[in-house]
Every structure is written in structure tokens, then in C-alpha cells.
């Protein structure tokens, strides 16, 4: 497939854009009725931008805080990597804490740490040029998973997605959306069903948005019917992403995920996580050890900035769940498909 697909055909989003001297950001509160960069002049402004969901999915994120590094350097001034990394590690620090579930964002300032530690005078360049190869590197990434995914959906399959994990949530054409753009292409997948992902919204804003795009049609579900859904016989995978993948194959991803898979196997229906080795995290040993975040209850308690439940009650907002590996049919990464995924199968492919 990687030769002869149309990439520009399908995949024409870009939330993340380096300027050179800002990083801009395709405000994703305020799709799809608004199509709004942001521009981000510090690294400051980066931080808030990934902790407001301005910027969302976890190679994203990733993505978007190397350019913040690259931010928090503007001002420094150091004789090698080494001294620079000792400057910046606070603001280092400031990016890592803007959200805690997904790896990505932690891997990718690893990585940016590395480059500092092996630069001298250039420090500045070597910087930029691993934020670069952050993004770039994600982006084959997804062509690869888009290829072996889509291979492994019979011709004429219909499928369901929850959250969004597309080119809004990479550096472009997705992960779980990847294989499904491959599968659309192929002729694979004859149709998408797409959850709306309460309580953000990301499936009813983003998803149905971006396929629209690509000039495909998806059908829009509340994340209540997909159990229904699934009964009926009308979709043969759901195919999803993930914000962390630990060293047993348990899978962090956006809530409701879990009940997807519980409702999958009950059903037969196959259940494909799809996500960079970027999300893989071997040192975390299983689903309990992953740090779950929860945002404020107002994003439940209101919808498009209005209050949909009587004032004064509570509401309790995670917005992770844990997938346990044993509802796992396959993963793919660029790296390859696990089938069946557990610790062993994990070591073998990460080693
Ligand atoms: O809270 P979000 O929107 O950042 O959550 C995103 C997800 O859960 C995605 O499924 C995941 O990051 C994979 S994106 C390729």
C-alpha cells in the first residue's frame, strides 16, 4: 500500500505546525464549527495548550511538547547540551506534568533529554532536529500500522471507532483512523460507525469531522447504543487507539474503550488496538500501575457550554480506561501485529 496510496487524497488535516519561530496549533475546542490555529510563543503556552485539550491524542501531545522544548530554549543560554538540559529541566518538567495517561508525552521529552545530552555547542539545532524527527518518524508510523491493519479486515467489513485517532491526534493520517482511511481505500471497510465520546466529545466533534474530510461518510452513534450495535451484527472489529500500552498488553484509552471490548468479545466481534511503539511503556508492568486522569466535572455536567444536569450535584470524570489485555485480539504497531497480545507476546515484539 505505502507506494501507490493516495496520502493527500485521504489525509489532509494538520493540527501541529512548526513555524520556525511558533508552534501553532489547530484549536480542537472549537471543532468543527471552527477551524482556528493557535500560536504558541513559549513554552508556557504549549503546557496549556496540551492541559486544555487544545492539542489532544496521545502522539499529539508527544509531538507538541518536543516543539514546546524547543520553546523553553529560546532564552537559554548554555556552552553544551548538557548545561542546556540542567536549564531546561524545570520547564522540562512543566511540559511532562501537562497530562499524565498517555506515554507519549513523557517519551517524547525523554528523547528530546537524549538529544541535549549528545550535543555540544549546536545543542539549539539538535533540538529542533529531534522534534522534527519526532513528527516525521509518527507520521510513517501511521502509514506503516494504516498498511498492516487494514490487511487484517476482510473485504466488505463494517467497524466501529470511539474517540478520535486521526491526523488530529498524530502528525497525520491517525492510528486507529489510519487503518481505517487504509481499510476505506482498499475496500475493505464498507462502512464506519463512529462512537460520540462522551464527554468531550471527540468521536461527535472530530472523528465524523475529519473523515467527512477525506470524503468519508461515517454514522454516528451514542456510545449507549454500541452494545446494540454490536448485537445486531452490523460491525465485525472495533478499532481503536491507545495512550499507553504496558508490558502485560493491558491498554490505556479513552473511557468507554473497556466497555467496548467487553461488549466485543461477548459478541465476537474482533477488537484491534492500533498505536505507535511510541505508546508502548514496558515499564509499566499492567493496567493498575497506569496513572488514570480525571478532569474537571464540569466537562460532564455541561455540553457546548451549557448545564445539562441539576446544579449542585457532583459528577466524577475520568476520562481513561484500562483495557485488560485478555479482550485484546491484536495490536499493531509499525513495528508489527501482536496477536493475542499478553507479557510474553509483548517482550517478544519490544523485547
Ligand atoms: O483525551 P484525548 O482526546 O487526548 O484522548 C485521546 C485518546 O484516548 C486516543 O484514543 C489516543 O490518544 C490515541 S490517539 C492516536
Not at 235 to 262: E, F, H, M, P
Not at 275 to 293: F, K, N, R, Y
Not at 310 to 320: D, Y
Not at 330 to 342: A, F, H, N, S, Y
Request: glycine share 8%; proline share 4%; with cysteine.
Amino acid at each position: 500500500m505505502d507506494s501507490d496510496f493516495d496520502f493527500d487524497r485521504y489525509d489532509r488535516v494538520r493540527p501541529i505546525r512548526w513555524t520556525g519561530d511558533t508552534l501553532d496549533l489547530l484549536d480542537q475546542r472549537k471543532l468543527p464549527f471552527a477551524v482556528e490555529y493557535v500560536h504558541c510563543a513559549d513554552y508556557r503556552a504549549v503546557a496549556d495548550a496540551i492541559a486544555n485539550l487544545t492539542v489532544r491524542g496521545a502522539p499529539a501531545i508527544g509531538i507538541a511538547a518536543a516543539w514546546g522544548a524547543v520553546l523553553a530554549a529560546n532564552d537559554v543560554e548554555a556552552d553544551d547540551g548538557r548545561a542546556a538540559l540542567e536549564a531546561l529541566e524545570p520547564r522540562l518538567a512543566t511540559l511532562n506534568a501537562a497530562r499524565p495517561t498517555a506515554v507519549n508525552l513523557a517519551w517524547a521529552l525523554a528523547r528530546m533529554r537524549r538529544a541535549l545530552l549528545g550535543a555540544g555547542a549546536d545543542w539549539r539545532r539538535a533540538l529542533q532536529r529531534e522534534a522534527h524527527a519526532i513528527a516525521t518518524e509518527d507520521l510513517a508510523a501511521n502509514r506503516r500500522m494504516g498498511a498492516l491493519g487494514a490487511a487484517l479486515i476482510e473485504p466488505g467489513s463494517q467497524v466501529l471507532t470511539h474517540c478520535n485517532t486521526g491526523s488530529l491526534a498524530t502528525a497525520g493520517f491517525g492510528t486507529a483512523l489510519g487503518v481505517i482511511r487504509a481499510g476505506v481505500a482498499q475496500g475493505r471497510i464498507d462502512k464506519v460507525y463512529a462512537g460520540e465520546t462522551r464527554p468531550w466529545l471527540q468521536g461527535a466533534r472530530l472523528t465524523v469531522w475529519e473523515l467527512q474530510q477525506d470524503g468519508i461518510m461515517p454514522t454516528l452513534i451514542a456510545d449507549a447504543a454500541a452494545a446494540h450495535l454490536m448485537r445486531t451484527g452490523a460491525v465485525q472489529w472495533v478499532i481503536v487507539g491507545a495512550d499507553r500500552i504496558c508490558a502485560n498488553g493491558d491498554t490505556a484509552n479513552k473511557i468507554g474503550t473497556y466497555q467496548l471490548a467487553i461488549a466485543a468479545r461477548h459478541h465476537g466481534v474482533r477488537f484491534m488496538v492500533v498505536a505507535p511503539s511510541s505508546t508502548v511503556d514496558l515499564d509499566t508492568p499492567d493496567g493498575d500501575a497506569i496513572h488514570i486522569e480525571e478532569r474537571e466535572p464540569s466537562e460532564l455536567l455541561h455540553i457546548a457550554g451549557v448545564r445539562t444536569a441539576a446544579n449542585e450535584i457532583e459528577a466524577w470524570n475520568p476520562v481513561f480506561d484500562v483495557t485488560p489485555h485478555s479482550l485484546v485480539d491484536v495490536i499493531v504497531t509499525e513495528k508489527g501485529v501482536i496477536t493475542r497480545p499478553d507479557a510474553a507476546a509483548m517482550r517478544a515484539a519490544f523485547g
